[in-house]
């Protein structure tokens, strides 16, 4: 975990293992999602469930029904709110939600509502931010919805590439919301961005992939279809994560405050 109380380091899990493994290698903070392939969605209940046991760092549980776009039916919301009420009743910190319009704005309405639902948790409005038709506009229906935090790549593929329009991100939101940096977090670049954009939190998969440990397997049969590998997932790179906490712990003084370059 990150030694000063200026910058955050939160790790997307895609399993409660992978949650335990980020914790003990320095984050301070867990996202918990399902399905890597199509960016997360909203784990079970028993993975949720036994990482809000196990974990002694703030847990926030993505709320996505499903992969593609973040258009979504009367059902699919209905689905979003119920996931929602099975996080406060599991007593975690925060939620991660994100909805749009046909036209690509922010669903300033069912965010509302769902902002609303989730209190006294934390929310978190995700990528779909960078799917949205207008950043500055989205930043200020998002801020006035209630969210504590937007993670973003700067409308771009990652963060890296999107660093300048996040630092105006940053500077927009004016200390009305955490700016959070994600896409492509990984050690060799964070301390660049913290420099760059002025962000404070920072989103990584720290991802790898871990191989499987059966001995056999059947050649003639792939359960997720032709080319895919049912012998590996995605699991978290502890080594990364260590790195990258130390990294951010290497930039703040002795008063906490940011050690400009």
Do not use: W
Not at 16 to 31: H, M, P, T, W, Y
Not at 155 to 164: D, K, L, S
Not at 197 to 226: C, D, L, W
């Amino acid at each position: 975990m990150a030694l000063n109380s200026l910058f955050k380091l939160e790790i997307c899990c895609y399993s409660s293992e992978s949650a335990l493994v980020a914790q003990d290698a320095g984050a301070d903070r867990i996202e918990l999602c399902a399905d890597a392939s199509v960016g997360g969605t909203t784990p079970s209940y028993a993975a949720i469930e036994l990482a809000s046991t196990k974990l002694n760092i703030p847990l926030h549980v993505i709320i996505r029904p499903r992969g593609g776009d973040f258009l979504y039916s009367a059902d699919e919301f209905t689905i979003m709110q119920r996931d929602i009420e099975v996080c406060k009743k599991l007593k975690c910190d925060g939620v991660v939600i994100g909805i749009l319009t046909a036209e690509g704005f922010v669903d300033v309405g069912r965010t509302r509502a769902l902002v609303q639902l989730a209190k006294p948790m934390s929310v978190t409005f995700h990528r779909a931010f960078d799917m949205a038709n207008d950043a500055t506009e989205a930043l200020e229906v998002i801020i006035a919805s209630g969210c504590e935090r937007l993670l973003t790549s700067g409308q771009r593929n990652t963060a890296i590439e999107g660093c300048n329009e996040i630092k105006q991100l940053v500077a927009q939101a004016a200390g009305r919301i955490t700016v959070m940096p994600g896409a492509g977090v990984r050690a060799e670049n964070i301390v660049a961005l913290a420099q760059h954009t002025n962000a404070v939190e920072f989103h990584s998969s720290a991802r790898t992939i871990a191989q499987s440990k059966m001995h056999y397997r059947n050649p003639n049969v792939s359960v997720g279809g032709a080319g895919n590998d049912d012998y590996s997932h995605v699991s978290v790179d502890a080594g990364e994560v260590s790195r990258m906490s130390a990294a951010l712990d290497g930039m703040a003084a002795p008063d906490g405050k940011m050690v400009q370059p």
